[in-house]
Nanobody
Framework: QVQLVESGGGLVQAGGSLRLSCAAS????????MGWFRQAPGKERELVAT????????YYADSVKGRFTISRDNAKNTVYLQMNSLKSEDTAVYYC?????????????????WGQGTQVTVSS
């Protein structure tokens, strides 16, 4: 079992930056593939970025590529999402998620554990 708690959301102007954090419980954090998802009002949840257990491999949705960076610190059981050049269309609830083992970073439907979400609002 893994419990995930996100933080770092808030209100920011377009063009600004935010850094989301996701703290995970458990001693085997490094075994999990981690991901960030988002869901805007009236829209389906979408995969934003994923990262493999070592941090060397990452995947990004086209909509955030070049603006967002996912990273992890296995010693701190934490995964981050640095969001730069934010746009109004980035407004959403952002969720952290985990799936066990070395998994396909491009697949978003097989995550097993989810956080409660943190709101990100970008004003134009």
């Amino acid at each position: 079992q893994v419990q995930l708690v996100e933080s770092g959301g808030g209100l920011v102007q377009a063009g600004g930056s935010l850094r989301l954090s996701c703290a995970a419980s458990g001693r085997t954090f490094s075994i999990y593939t981690m991901g960030w998802f988002r869901q805007a009002p009236g829209k389906e949840r979408e995969l934003v970025a994923t990262i493999g257990w070592s941090g060397d491999n990452t995947y990004y949705a086209d909509s955030v590529k070049g603006r967002f960076t996912i990273s992890r610190d296995n010693a701190k059981n934490t995964v981050y999402l640095q969001m730069n050049s934010l746009k109004s269309e980035d407004t959403a609830v952002y969720y952290c998620a985990a799936k066990y083992g070395i998994r396909d970073l491009r697949i978003g439907y097989d995550f097993d554990y989810w956080g409660q979400g943190t709101q990100v609002t970008v004003s134009s």
